[in-house]
Structure formats: structure tokens, C-alpha cells
């Protein structure tokens, strides 16, 4: 068993012909972004693996939410895939989570796999009801979701998937220079376009005496900010503008 992260595209897989440009532009994001946390990433036209060490799981985490392309954050296990194994490490997982109401839910796309996904989706439901007591099915309101996806090396299962950014991979749709102020319309303006894939760069006119020190200073916090979601890095251009104002 190998605990591990793995990303859900979402919109991108609508991409079709595309798909693999949007996908290895995210890639190369997660790369730039996870460079210092000793990550090992993998990719397919379905999912992107990163196998951690577990300590750094949640700083992981964080910095995945701060990248647009990304659908889900799932956080799972790779094992074997056999029966016997899935519903071992099934029980596990449910007899330390706290719920009344559970739902089992099987994807297989190795169809070589003996069993449907409706069998291996009974099969360990009832045995989850036979294991653990005072709890009973509900595939409409469940409190927790227990998700098999039965692939064609390994088996993954889970029950913890966050939500990521969605969007476009920053880069995909090239670059745009953005005319950032003080104000909030600008940096949401920035944010937005980031989120269709637009690569930023930002640029500030300051017309001393006329604008402060503050507000170039809050220009540079923006663009810090900003920054966070645009693979680590925008560059602020300030242009000196007094005299043409004048």
C-alpha cells in the first residue's frame, strides 16, 4: 500500500485533441510549483500521480490549490489490484473515519478485472456492513464516499478529495500585461484571466507627487499576491508618468 496524491482534470478533458498540451502545460506547473518538495510526478490522458513523503502531505496540498487546470485534489492509496486487498484496506480506511451513512462506488477501466463495478461495489459494501456496526448504505446522501478505481496496474482508493482552482493551466492561452492599480477591480481582473490560462505580467504608473509611495507600495503586495498563482512569478513593470500627465 503507497499513500498518494493525484490530480483530477475536470474541464481539460473536455479538450479532446488538445487534451495532452493542456495537460502537459499542467504538469510542467505542478512541476515548477512542487520543485523543492522532493515529489515524484506521473502523468496520463486520466490522471496526474505525485508520490510524497507523508510529512509534507498538507504543504503539498496547499500549493496544489493555489494552481488553476486542476479539478480535485484526491488524497489516496495504490495497491494491488485483487479483492482481497481492496477490501482490506477498504475496512481500514472506514473503521477510522466517523459516519452513519456510507456509499461504495467502483470505476474499472481494466476490464480484464474479474469482477464489474457494481460487484466489487456490493461485495465491499457488505462487507463494510458486516464489519463495522451501527452504519447502513445511503448512495444518495451519504456521509462519506468510498471510491475504488480499478486501473490497469494498480488499484486506488479514497475518501478524501478536495477542490481545486478548475480553470486553464496559467500559460496555455500565452501572455497578457495587465494594468494593475490599488483598487480591487484590477487584481480580480488578473486573478480571472489567470484562471482562463493567461499568463500575466503586470505594469504601474506612478506620477509622484500626484500618487504616494503607499499606493505603489500596495501595487507591489498585489503583484506579490498575484504572483502565488501565476507559476510564482510576475513581473511588475512601474513606469514613471509625471511628466507626461503634466
Given at each position: 500500500m503507497e499513500?498518494i496524491i493525484?490530480?483530477?482534470?475536470?474541464?481539460l478533458?473536455t479538450?479532446k485533441?488538445?487534451?495532452?498540451?493542456?495537460?502537459?502545460?499542467?504538469?510542467?506547473?505542478?512541476?515548477?510549483?512542487l520543485?523543492?518538495?522532493?515529489?515524484i510526478?506521473?502523468?496520463?490522458?486520466?490522471?496526474?500521480y505525485?508520490?510524497?513523503e507523508?510529512e509534507?502531505?498538507?504543504?503539498?496540498i496547499?500549493k496544489l490549490?493555489?494552481?488553476?487546470?486542476?479539478?480535485?485534489?484526491?488524497?489516496?492509496?495504490?495497491?494491488?489490484?485483487?479483492?482481497?486487498d481492496?477490501?482490506?484496506?477498504?475496512l481500514?480506511?472506514?473503521?477510522?473515519s466517523n459516519?452513519?451513512?456510507?456509499k461504495v462506488?467502483?470505476?474499472r477501466t481494466?476490464?480484464?478485472?474479474?469482477?464489474?463495478?457494481m460487484?466489487?461495489s456490493?461485495?465491499i459494501?457488505?462487507?463494510i456492513?458486516n464489519?463495522i456496526?451501527?452504519?447502513?448504505?445511503?448512495?444518495?446522501?451519504p456521509d462519506?464516499?468510498?471510491?475504488?478505481?480499478?486501473?490497469?496496474n494498480?488499484?486506488?482508493?479514497?475518501?478524501?478529495?478536495r477542490?481545486?482552482l478548475?480553470?486553464?493551466?496559467?500559460?496555455?492561452?500565452?501572455?497578457?500585461?495587465?494594468?494593475?492599480s490599488?483598487g480591487?477591480?484590477?487584481?480580480?481582473?488578473?486573478?480571472?484571466s489567470?484562471?482562463?490560462?493567461?499568463k500575466?505580467?503586470?505594469?504601474?504608473?506612478?506620477?509622484p507627487p500626484?500618487?504616494?509611495?503607499?499606493a505603489q507600495?500596495?501595487?507591489?503586495?498585489?503583484a506579490?499576491i498575484?504572483?502565488?498563482?501565476n507559476?510564482?512569478?510576475v513581473?511588475?513593470?512601474?513606469?514613471?508618468?509625471?511628466?507626461?500627465?503634466?
Amino acid at each position: 500500500m503507497e499513500k498518494i496524491i493525484f490530480i483530477k482534470y475536470g474541464e481539460l478533458s473536455t479538450k479532446k485533441g488538445n487534451i495532452k498540451i493542456f495537460i502537459n502545460k499542467l504538469y510542467q506547473n505542478v512541476l515548477s510549483k512542487l520543485k523543492d518538495d522532493n515529489v515524484i510526478i506521473t502523468r496520463n490522458v486520466a490522471r496526474m500521480y505525485i508520490e510524497l513523503e507523508q510529512e509534507n502531505e498538507e504543504i503539498v496540498i496547499k500549493k496544489l490549490q493555489t494552481i488553476f487546470g486542476i479539478h480535485k485534489i484526491v488524497i489516496g492509496y495504490k495497491i494491488n489490484s485483487n479483492i482481497e486487498d481492496i477490501n482490506n484496506l477498504a475496512l481500514n480506511l472506514l473503521k477510522h473515519s466517523n459516519f452513519n451513512k456510507f456509499k461504495v462506488e467502483t470505476k474499472r477501466t481494466d476490464k480484464s478485472f474479474p469482477y464489474s463495478s457494481m460487484d466489487v461495489s456490493k461485495m465491499i459494501g457488505s462487507s463494510i456492513l458486516n464489519q463495522i456496526k451501527d452504519i447502513k448504505v445511503d448512495v444518495h446522501n451519504p456521509d462519506i464516499k468510498l471510491n475504488i478505481e480499478i486501473r490497469k496496474n494498480d488499484t486506488y482508493l479514497y475518501v478524501d478529495e478536495r477542490a481545486g482552482l478548475g480553470g486553464y493551466p496559467v500559460g496555455i492561452q500565452g501572455k497578457g500585461l495587465l494594468m494593475l492599480s490599488g483598487g480591487i477591480d484590477s487584481p480580480v481582473a488578473g486573478y480571472l484571466s489567470m484562471k482562463r490560462g493567461v499568463k500575466l505580467e503586470c505594469i504601474y504608473f506612478e506620477s509622484p507627487p500626484h500618487t504616494s509611495n503607499e499606493a505603489q507600495n500596495k501595487v507591489v503586495k498585489l503583484a506579490k499576491i498575484l504572483a502565488n498563482y501565476n507559476n510564482n512569478n510576475v513581473e511588475l513593470h512601474i513606469v514613471p508618468f509625471t511628466k507626461i500627465q503634466e
